[in-house]
């Protein structure tokens, strides 16, 4: 099942006009945060308790449906396809020198702020939201699906979800989206190195860099691919940044200069070729069981 999802949802992806499970799990969420946050902990582990129930609830019923629905249900959680192509539109006008339709592609995907990046600030914010989301929106779903079927993988897409929302250090969610980041990072901590390693596996590179660098990020688990991808690029990633005009400094990953459009393109085909080592993988782990 896990990877016949994997295969369909990368040949056709999921509609965008459609309506999206995600964003009813989001709205459940702001929904939960409006009424419970008091900023207290104790909120917040609730939240994350009652999400990994409704995943068991509902991917349990789902399954006795069958098979062909299992698949057609688990597609929507993976993100091969719609990552690729967030990516692929940052990289098509950046090679083509239009920094500012670039520019307008990467704030979809980033948190920082874009109106000012060049073109090297543009393609590693790009290859570094490709790199932490094929942690987070492929490996992470996958391995949750493969090992625990569908109550893996919503439970999985769930926390992620949560952390997004609330998982951040501000005074209004420090306390209440605790649970969420700590469930996070640990949802994440072997599917990040899984995904390092698929993609300096794919890359044929990024080893040292990854061993070396990915301790040095400011997230447990968001420097393995990110660190992976630097390595097997050859360039460097991470550095100065800003949001929200604030400006910030990260951890400095890999070697070399900073990319650019061509790297983009690369990091693009190091990631299709991540996704068909996560299928063999996916395949010979389901054929051992």
Known sequence: MALAALIVEAALGYPRRWWHPVMGVGALIDSFERRWN???RAEGIAL??????????????????GTIVSVAVATTGLAQRSLHDHVAAVA????????GAARQ????????????????GVATAAIESLAESFCDGVVAPALGLLLFGLPGLFAVKGINTA????????????????AAARADDVVNFVPARVAGALIALAGHGGWREMRRDAPRHASPNGGWPEAAMAGALGRRLGGAVSYDGEPAQRAVLGDGPPPHAADLTRALGIYRTACLLLWMLVGIV????
């Open 92 to 99: 098509r006008p950046l090679a083509a020198g239009d920094l």
């Open 38 to 40: 008091r900023r207290r």
């Open 105 to 120: 592609a990467v704030a979809m995907i980033v948190g920082r702020d874009t109106a000012t990046l060049d073109e090297a």
């Open 48 to 65: 994350v308790v009652l999400l990994v129930g409704l995943s068991v609830l509902l991917g349990s019923a789902i399954e006795r449906l």
């Open 163 to 178: 952390d997004s929302m609330v998982g951040h250090r501000t005074p209004e969610l420090r306390a209440f989206g605790w």
């Open 286 to 289: 389901a054929w051992a069981r």
